[in-house]
């Protein structure tokens, strides 16, 4: 076999492990939480825990007004913080660890879940930042 043919098995392989891998995690996603799109987001959140689960540094750079940082590294030792009688409205920068978070969530007992469809990146709504001096 030559060198080509070993290449494209590999990149073959690979393609295939990550399309195995995005399934997973749309699968995982649907049976966790719901996504919602901006509007429904900005309209339930007033009722609900909104948890931002990208890094600190990340959120005081920017988030959504009134959410609160849950880095999803800390989520582990962060879930007693979180109240299982009423929505939790989960975001990051895209959704790959909202989608983590619901899943874990989901697992501790929490049943009430919602993502942001297209994540911050996505966010139009109001912001805020961390004020440096």
Do not use: C
Not at 9 to 16: E, G, H, K, Q, S
Not at 78 to 102: E, F, G, N, V
Not at 119 to 125: A, I, M, P, R
Request: proline share 2%.
């Amino acid at each position: 076999m030559s060198v080509l043919v070993v290449m494209y098995v590999i990149l073959i392989i690979i393609a295939i492990a990550w399309l195995i891998n995005e399934a997973y995690l749309r699968i995982s996603a649907k049976r966790a939480a719901k996504f919602l799109a901006e509007e429904d987001f900005r309209e339930g959140m007033r009722k609900a825990q909104v948890v931002d689960v990208r890094e600190k540094d990340i959120f005081d750079a920017g988030h959504i007004l009134g959410a609160r940082s849950m880095p999803y590294s800390t989520i582990k030792t962060s879930l007693t913080s979180l109240r299982k009688d009423q929505p939790i409205y989960i975001y990051d920068q895209k959704k790959s660890m909202s989608i983590r978070t619901a899943v874990r969530l989901k697992k501790n007992g929490y049943t009430d879940l919602y993502i942001l469809k297209g994540g911050f990146d996505g966010w139009s709504g109001k912001i805020k930042k961390k004020q440096t001096i």
